[in-house]
């Protein structure tokens, strides 16, 4: 039976250890995938690129970059979401133009709204564009985390890494893109003792502030 969302992020933990003989098929790694891209944004703008890496080799010499964590490679899957650097005018005239090809609009419809966020966008720093693009891959990150989920995959998301040192190994930097937050993704290994832990939450009553 399908579980709901509750059901699914309550079976989800933090992986420790992944099965590495198991490999999610494409299809499965292409539906969290695209939740992620189906996540709302700030204005839409989707800021980020999912980097897909399912080549062991690759994923081996993140580890020593990510503090020696080894979910970092020991997974069928480890997505990288980098935030763009190269948020400009050229970005999000992009952005707009795809709007209007999109929803049938005229040329020119969304010119109001292009000036808006010009305006926003331009009024930051290049390092505060870096950390608004980062705070919208989070929201993918969720996303996919919750999909993920849903599709009884395992995953286990990252932050403790050294964005330098991955943007240099991954080549980002030459690609407009700093990595975010690291998303593993496979299957629990049944000798995984952290799948017994009882889920550390706050009470509904102590997160919650009503007013
Ligand atoms: C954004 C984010 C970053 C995280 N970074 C790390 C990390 O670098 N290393 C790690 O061991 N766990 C990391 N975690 C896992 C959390 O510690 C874990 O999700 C949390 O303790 C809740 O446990 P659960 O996922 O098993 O429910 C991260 C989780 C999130 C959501």
Redesign the pocket.
């Known amino acids: 039976m399908t579980k709901t969302l509750n059901e699914a992020l309550s079976w989800?933990?933090?992986?420790?250890q992944f099965d590495t003989e198991k490999i999610i098929p494409e299809a499965t790694v292409t539906a969290i995938l695209e939740a992620g891209n189906l996540m709302p944004t700030a204005y839409g703008l989707q800021p980020f690129t999912f980097v897909v890496i399912s080549d062991p080799t690759i994923k081996e010499s993140l580890v020593e970059h990510?503090?020696g964590?080894t979910?970092v490679a020991q997974n069928s899957h480890l997505i990288v979401i980098a935030a763009r650097t190269d948020i400009d005018e050229s970005f999000i005239a992009e952005f707009t133009a795809r709007i209007e090809s999109t929803r049938g609009l005229s040329s020119g419809s969304t010119d109001e709204y292009k000036a808006i966020m010009v305006r926003d966008i331009g009024s930051r720093t290049s390092e505060e564009r870096i950390v608004w693009a980062k705070r919208q891959a989070?929201l993918a990150?969720?996303g996919m985390?919750a999909a993920a989920s849903m599709l009884e995959v395992d995953n286990?998301?990252?932050?403790?890494?050294n964005p330098t040192a991955f943007d240099g190994v991954l080549g980002l930097k030459e690609k407009n893109l700093t990595a975010g937050?690291?998303l593993a993704l496979g299957y629990r290994k049944e000798t995984d003792e952290?799948q017994h832990?009882a889920?550390?939450?706050r009470s509904l009553d102590d997160i919650i502030l009503r007013m």
């Open positions: 989800r933990y933090a992986v420790n990510a503090y964590q979910p989070f990150l969720g985390m286990h998301a990252l932050e403790g890494f937050v690291l952290s832990y889920k550390v939450r």
